[in-house]
């Protein structure tokens, strides 16, 4: 499976852009990249997934550079509530599975 | 949107008991569903993958007659902590995906077990 690594922590400001950025060197040809959410004692909340170039949604996008190596989170103008740990997924298709990597913890200050 | 969820959210047993957490898909048939574990300030532990109608696979180092995994519908899967120890006191989470090969998982809200 490929292991993903992540800043273990990002500081913000209400307002900002933040890009969070998580490595996938071994990412195989059929996997898909998923960004999910937590908040403190709650279950993972899905953000947005993608295969390559750059996905789009009402909350966030996801930039895929065409090696595919890395994805890019990008959290347009955040407020105190997107304080949250924040995970890319990589999952493998022949494993049917993901592993979660560390995350990265997010802190958006006033 | 896909909505997962857990029961209980929240127990509290005595060591040596068995506890059962429920994971339901209430709005999807989920093929496969996945148990993970957390500690606190840590990242989600794997435990063991479910298929319905067959054997759950574990992760390695994980025991299966200590963590009975049953799915036998493609909406309900449950996890079963069996003679539970204190140690075993955790955040459990279930997620739950549907055919495909994206691999999209959507997570229940967690389970939080503490073992007296």
């Known amino acids: 499976l490929a292991k993903t690594t992540q800043p273990i922590s990002m500081d913000s400001y209400e307002g900002q852009e933040v890009n969070i950025t998580c490595s996938h060197n071994?990412?195989?040809?059929?996997?898909?990249i998923t960004w999910y959410q937590q908040f403190p004692s709650q279950g993972p909340r899905f953000i947005i997934q993608?295969?390559?170039t750059k996905v789009t949604n009402e909350v966030a996008s996801l930039f895929i550079p065409a090696d595919r190596k890395s994805s890019t989170l990008s959290l347009p103008r955040v407020s105190l509530s997107d304080t949250a740990v924040y995970y890319c997924?990589?999952?493998?298709?022949?494993?049917?599975?993901?592993?979660f990597g560390d995350g990265t913890t997010l802190t958006v200050k006033p | 949107g896909a909505v997962v969820s857990q029961h209980p959210s929240r127990v509290i047993c005595k060591s040596g008991t068995s506890v059962k957490i429920e994971c339901r898909s209430l709005?999807?048939?989920?093929?496969?569903m996945f148990w993970y574990r957390q500690f606190p300030k840590k990242s989600l532990m794997l435990m063991a993958t479910s298929n319905e109608g067959s054997k759950a696979t574990y992760e390695q180092g994980v025991e299966k007659d200590k963590f009975l995994i049953n799915h036998a519908s493609l909406t309900l899967s449950t996890l079963t902590v069996t003679s539970a120890h204190p140690e075993d006191s955790s955040f459990y989470i279930c997620?739950?995906?549907?055919?495909?090969?994206?691999?999209?998982?959507?997570f229940g809200p967690g389970t939080r077990l503490t073992v007296l």
């Open positions: 071994n990412i195989a040809t059929n996997d898909y």
């Open positions: 709005d999807f048939q989920a093929t496969t």
């Open positions: 997924l990589v999952y493998n298709t022949n494993a049917g599975k993901s592993t």
């Open positions: 997620s739950a995906s549907a055919t495909s090969p994206r691999g999209e998982q959507f």
């Open positions: 993608g295969y390559k």
